[in-house]
């Protein structure tokens, strides 16, 4: 029987072929949260053998990206976990402080009914700088044409209010334009996002994350032009 915890929050990690940062990750939250973590087709279980007395995995059998990745948690959520205030997601490669983690969720059980962004701060010379374009550029494009200005458009560590998971979930996109996607909908729904700085991680300039900075970024760039031409 699996012990109700205090803070009705899950975490969510989408992984891919990921490395030992996903065990150290799993081991320093599972103390403290329950745990999912999608994978997404990887080519070996190793990794995913080492948690899986710490955290609930689901499967695919084949690699169907980040979008529907994160989608399978949200339905696994809304179908098992009928007391949790929300979601927060984490990207699999180690990019995030486990203390900007715990400091999310923190805020979060505080205001769990509004959506919150971890905001690195893309003026650091530490971000590689095809980093620094891609998000800048997308940025832009969508303040240009929402008047919304949001910091770190393609952020991994997001808390998502239980209430909006139907409808997350029912959002067009399976990689990583979802999660731009998902940004639009809330910004013409008027929900509001709260953004939190946190501290921009790369290690390895990064080499084990999956998002092609530049070539996604252009895109999810153009992706969005189309989406917002004429607003």
């Not at 995913?48 to 499967?59: H, P, R, S, Y």
């Amino acid at each position: 029987m699996v012990k109700k915890l205090k803070e009705e929050i899950i975490i969510l990690i989408p992984a891919y072929n990921p490395d030992k940062e996903l065990i150290k990750l799993v081991k320093e939250l599972t103390e403290n949260y329950k745990i999912i973590v999608i994978n997404d087709g990887s080519d070996s279980k190793k990794y995913f053998n080492a948690i899986k007395k710490d955290c609930k995995i689901l499967e695919h059998s084949v690699n169907k990206g980040k979008g529907r990745a994160l989608k399978t948690g949200f339905r696994y959520i809304i179908e098992n976990y009928h007391n949790a205030i929300g979601v927060v997601t984490i990207d699999a490669d180690g990019q995030h402080d486990i203390q900007d983690i715990y400091k999310i969720c923190e805020v979060f059980k505080q205001q769990s009914d509004i959506l919150i962004f971890g905001k690195r701060n893309f003026d650091s010379k530490e971000i590689p700088f095809r980093s620094r374009i891609g998000n800048k550029m997308i940025s832009r494009l969508i303040e240009k044409k929402t008047r919304k200005n949001i910091g770190d458009t393609q952020t991994g560590l997001r808390a998502i209010p239980i209430k909006y998971l139907k409808d997350f979930e029912r959002i067009y996109g399976e990689r990583f334009e979802y999660e731009t996607n998902v940004l639009l909908y809330c910004i013409k729904q008027k929900i509001n996002i709260h953004e939190i700085a946190i501290k921009s991680i790369y290690k390895n300039k990064n080499k084990m994350s999956h998002f092609r900075m530049l070539r996604d970024s252009m895109i999810i760039y153009n992706q969005l032009r189309k989406k917002l031409r004429g607003k």
